[in-house]
């Protein structure tokens, strides 16, 4: 059987999730608005590469409910609605609410606090918190969405299960998605921002589940609250 060389396919590859992040962060950024409509061809003369490596990106974003995919005309960013966000609340509070239990109930075995690895991936997450802190009562929202994207991804790593991971880590990136549009038209967002991220890491190191779901439930009543009051707006 002859070899299969890989370099072409890890350097694809490699190109494919580089142009899916970049299409990602403009989204976020509030560049590609919703509803905003492009092709593969204008994808790929922009960021000088091929057109192959671009429409799996798009097709990958599209998997993640970022964008929409019309069989004629291209992509379009997908806009979301706030029933949208009220179901990516549920559907992380379900979640969140399952892992907390776990933690109750005895806990995952790769989850304890007082173990110096799990010790100092927390350490590690509470810095990405106090960073996102700084950013969110500073109002500085690009700041914002980085770290705490970051923040959640590892805090959902730390329970060693990468499929919830991946799953939450999706949902976050929606959640500010959907908001992200209308933040950015804000002329001043000092004090408008959830920042309780140190708060919510200090409870888990204490394994009080009580007040970690206490943290994210007034995140989720917090961020509900903004998103509707911006669409009624």
Known sequence: MPGISGSGAVTRNTLRQQI??????????????????????????????????????????????????????????????????????????????????????????????????????????RRRGEEAQRAALAGDLTVLIGYDLRFWRELGSVFGNPYLTDFLHRIRVQMWVCVVQQLRRLPDLRGRLWAEHTGLVDALSRRDTDAARAIVASYHTHALALVERMSAE
Do not use: C, N, W
């Not at 403009?26 to 409509?37: I, K, N, S």
């Open 20 to 125: 899916a992040d970049a299409l990602r962060d403009e989204v976020l950024a509030g560049r590609l608005q919703p509803g905003q409509e492009f092709t593969v061809k204008e994808i790929a003369e922009q960021y000088g590469v091929s057109a192959t490596p671009v429409r799996e990106a798009l097709v990958d974003l599209s998997a993640q409910g970022l964008l929409d995919a019309d069989q004629h005309r291209g992509f379009r960013v997908h806009e979301y609605s706030v029933d949208d966000f009220r179901g990516m609340i549920e559907a992380r509070t379900l979640v969140a609410d399952g892992m907390f239990r776990a933690l109750t109930d005895g806990g995952p075995a790769r989850f304890r606090p007082d173990e110096p690895p799990v010790a100092t991936a927390l350490a590690g997450v």
